[in-house]
């Protein structure tokens, strides 16, 4: 978490869209919900606060293979203990944000108490409301208001994300990832930072999801990896909710040729390796120092083949001087290069530079 992290204002639609999850369980889990009352005619307010709401949902349940209301209809035929332990463990995961307080309930490291069969039903009905209700687009407008037509999906979260966080202005600059500061890309890919695939019910949760690029998304790197400890985020960031922007730095150590990820507050260390652990930021930055120092190296060489560059060990420092003050902290990798021209700047290293280089004592 190199970059500042915020939610888009398109957000309150996704909120709006969990509030609606949880009107839908909160229906199919009640005591008195059997699957014979799974129907078009029930689904109506105030179970759920609009009938735009209630026309979306039925529309999304009744599908075209009905796979989602089959799976509705089984949550809805769960015997009342396993309606209720379903709630209970739903209650707390919902309530995500209060993990980050001092006081708050257990977080869930196991499933709730219900058969299998049931377990799959939620998992993929939740799941759905992401892979298909967004993608698709949600009966919600930007600011969370319900609308039949032309509500928030999957294309606008991005693009309002990417937007968002854009540091350079210039629609041509490349874009950043805010995780591990490195090129976005072309495609970003939405990670669920708690895995949905653990957690279906935040599939849509604002609080959840993160735009960042490819590699940090990889099964390699983050992937569905956990991101507390035995059900405790004490020692994690989160890009929200506990955010590591201004608590992380790139120290680069002489002696062992690497960058390592470093909280710049002692008290933030376990954060900054638990996120160093998850991405594999040091290794990964390593190897970006490692190829610009040689490029950079590379460069001054092919300048003296050319009978131009610096000439002695004073210009061969103002001409990587300028390097450093020339860095474009709005571009991929600020961070990598800066931590490079720092070390190359030292007195070893330009020492070092200066006889390789075959320059003027």
Known sequence: MLKPTAQPFCCAALNACLDLQIHLLRWLCDPLTAAIDVTQGNLVPPLVPTQIEANWLWNFLHGRKQTRLEQAKLIAAMAPGEKQALLDWSDTVVALANQFQPAHSPWPTALPTISAASWTAF????????????????????????????????????????????????????????????????????????????????????????????????????????????????????????????????????????????AIVATDKPKADHLDQLLNLSDRWTRKFKAEYLAKQKELFNLKQRGRGPSDLASLQSYLTDYQVALDETGPDYEVRQALAAAILEPACLAAWHSELGLVT
């Open 123 to 262: 998992k993929s009905l939740m799941q759905a409301f992401y892979e298909r209700g967004l993608k698709s687009g949600l009966p919600y407008k930007p600011d969370g208001t319900p609308v039949a037509v032309g509500g928030v999906c999957y294309a606008e979260y991005v693009k309002a994300f990417r937007d968002a966080h854009r540091l350079n202005p210039n629609l041509d600059a490349q874009e950043v990832c805010v995780l591990c500061g490195g090129p976005l890309g072309q495609t970003p890919e939405v990670d669920h930072w708690i895995a949905k695939s653990a957690f279906p019910l935040l599939s849509v949760c604002a609080d959840n999801l993160l735009p960042i690029c490819g590699e940090c998304n990889s099964t390699a790197n983050k992937g569905e990896k956990d991101v507390h400890t035995a059900g405790s985020f004490s020692d994690w960031f989160h890009p929200y909710l506990r955010p590591g922007n201004g608590g992380l730095r790139i120290n680069y150590v002489l002696s062992e040729r690497a960058v390592h990820c470093v």
